[in-house]
């Protein structure tokens, strides 16, 4: 069984900052890639931020130069530091992240995990 739990969410005036937070816990192996999508209302999922086991990341064009991504591998934690906020960033933000758990002795699965997600609003 293994969770994500996020944390951090909530009502911020425009220019303001947020700090999101998730946590995966369990029978983890190890973590893959890490992330953050959102969904406002009436439109898809989509990626925020994402970042490798290696450090590596990638924004959407939208939220560059404001959002900082950021993991700590030893504790499967996965950070988004949401800075300079805009209007247009309310959305509902979810953690996800591709859990490796050892199925048998000999073999490992990948499981694309998602948290409960957690809302964030940014007014004007």
Same mark, same amino acid.
């Given at each position: 069984?293994?969770?994500?739990?996020?944390?951090?969410?909530?009502?911020?005036?425009?220019?303001?900052?947020?700090?999101?937070?998730? *946590?995966?816990?369990?029978?983890?192996?190890?973590?893959?890639?890490?992330?953050?999508?959102?969904? *406002? %209302?009436?439109?898809?999922?989509?990626?925020?931020?994402?970042?490798?086991?290696?450090?590596?990341?990638?924004?959407?064009?939208?939220?560059?130069?404001?959002?900082?991504?950021?993991?700590?591998?030893?504790?499967?934690?996965?950070?988004?530091?949401?800075?300079?906020?805009? %209007?247009?960033?309310?959305?509902?933000?979810?953690?996800?992240?591709?859990?490796?758990?050892?199925?048998?002795?000999?073999?490992?699965?990948?499981?694309?995990?998602?948290?409960?997600?957690?809302?964030?609003?940014?007014?004007?």
């Amino acid at each position: 069984q293994v969770q994500l739990v996020e944390s951090g969410g909530g009502l911020v005036q425009a220019g303001g900052s947020l700090r999101l937070s998730c *946590a995966a816990s369990g029978s983890i192996t190890r973590v893959d890639d890490m992330g953050w999508y959102r969904q *406002a %209302p009436g439109k898809s999922r989509e990626l925020v931020a994402a970042v490798t086991s290696g450090g590596v990341t990638n924004y959407a064009d939208s939220v560059k130069g404001r959002f900082t991504i950021s993991r700590d591998n030893a504790k499967n934690t996965v950070l988004l530091q949401m800075n300079s906020l805009k %209007p247009e960033d309310t959305a509902v933000y979810y953690c996800n992240a591709g859990v490796v758990i050892n199925l048998t002795r000999r073999s490992q699965g990948t499981l694309d995990c998602w948290g409960q997600g957690t809302q964030v609003t940014v007014s004007s």
